[in-house]
Structures are given as C-alpha cells and as structure tokens.
T-cell receptor, first 112, second 116 residues
C-alpha cells in the first residue's frame, strides 16, 4: 500500500546550521508530494509541494526535490533559524482514495 | 479569505460521553477531511467528505462518525468516549483539483479533546 517514511526526531541544530530531513515513499501511480509544518499550538500548514518527478518545491528557504528513481522527497534548508523550530510532516497525495497520507513527523529544535 | 475554522478549540469530557466537533472550510472548498493527531500514532485519517458524501473512511471504530452539510460545513461525532480518544482532531479543506482527488490541504487549528 501507499506509505511515507521520514526520519525520526527530534533533530536539534544550532542556528545557521544545515538541515536535512529525509523522506521516502511507496506509492503507485503519480502521487503529489508535500511538506507540511506544524508550529506549537497550531494546525498544519503547507510548506512546499511537488507534483511530478524532478520538480523542486521551495518556500521560506526550504527546498525539496521529487526523486522518482529513489522515491524520495528530502527537505533541506541551508541555514536554519530559531523560528524554524516546529514539527515537519512529509505527505503523499493524489494516490487515489481521497486522502493524504502523512509521515510520522520530525520535530526540529533550533538553538540560538 | 477566512481560513478553516474549528470549534470548540478545547474540551474536556468523561468516559462514556459523546462529543461533536465542527469544521467550517474555506469558502469555495468542497472537500473536508478529518485527522486524529496523537503523540504515539501521529496523524491518522478519519474520513473525507465531498458534496455531503463520505468518499473514504479510515480504520476507526463505528463510534467515530461524521457528516457534511450542503454549505460544506462538516461535523464529526465520537460516541461512548474512551480515554484513548484524547487527541487533537484536525479538519482540513481542499479545493478539488481537476483529477478529483485531494491536493493541497488547508488545516484548521484543531479541537483538543481530553477524556477523563
């Protein structure tokens, strides 16, 4: 079945460090891939998305590239800030079944 | 444009009671999905509605039910509450893309249910 696997957290980084959060997926067809972010006390919000192979999604300095050959969608940021502290969810959409499938989430802590 | 609105934001119930949660989607969005978020299980899909029809349901017992009204507002109900139902319940709406499946989801802030 369709599934998403992302690296376990928490991830703790110092400000200005490089961030990578790994995400791999299993899916049939041509899914869309998403990264959502959840700040404390809030719901999820879309961070970036990619709808086909080799697409790169980007937003707020975050990037992720849809790699069909490795079934991956890793999230990267060159220089994290304290305000990036949140939980990040990789997600799989448009797999049929009218639902989005989420990874377990990775909590990021950024220290000043 | 107003976002997704969920009410109530917080509630406390006791075992055996029932609860109804409400979700108003973004204007023009006709698809509404519900998710349960817990520390141990992450985000679990409950159900999705479009034009008052449930199109998919997650692996939850029959105590969990939902509905959607003609104005796209949605409610979910949990009957005979158990301690394990304590969670953040998130509603998300979506503007249907051309392929008819859910694309980008817009989430509300959630309803945090505590069962004592």
């Amino acid at each position: 079945g369709n599934s998403v696997t992302q690296m376990e957290g928490p991830v703790t980084l110092s400000e200005e460090a490089f961030l990578t959060i790994n995400c791999t997926y299993t899916a049939t067809g041509y899914p869309s891939l998403f990264w959502y972010v959840q700040y404390p006390g809030e719901g999820l919000q879309l961070l970036l998305k990619a709808t086909k192979a080799d697409d790169k999604g980007s937003n707020k300095g975050f990037e992720a590239t849809y790699r069909k050959e490795t079934t991956s969608f890793h999230l990267e940021k060159g220089s994290v800030q304290v305000s990036d502290s949140a939980v990040y969810f990789c997600a799989l959409g448009r797999t049929g079944g009218f639902k989005t499938i989420f990874g377990a989430g990775t909590r990021l802590f950024v220290k000043a | 444009k107003a976002g997704v609105t969920q009410t109530p934001r917080y509630l406390i119930k006791t075992r055996g009671q029932q609860v109804t949660l409400s979700c108003s989607p973004i204007s023009g969005h006709r698809s509404v999905s519900w998710y349960q978020q817990t520390p141990g299980q992450g985000l679990q899909f409950l159900f999705e509605y479009f034009s008052e029809t449930q199109r998919n349901k997650g692996n939850f017992p029959g105590r969990f039910s939902g509905r959607q009204f003609s104005n796209s507002r949605s409610e979910m109900n949990v009957s005979t509450l158990e301690l394990g139902d304590s969670a953040l319940y998130l509603c998300a709406s979506s503007f249907l893309p051309d392929r008819g499946d859910t694309g980008e989801l817009f989430f509300g802030e959630g309803s945090r249910l505590t069962v004592l």
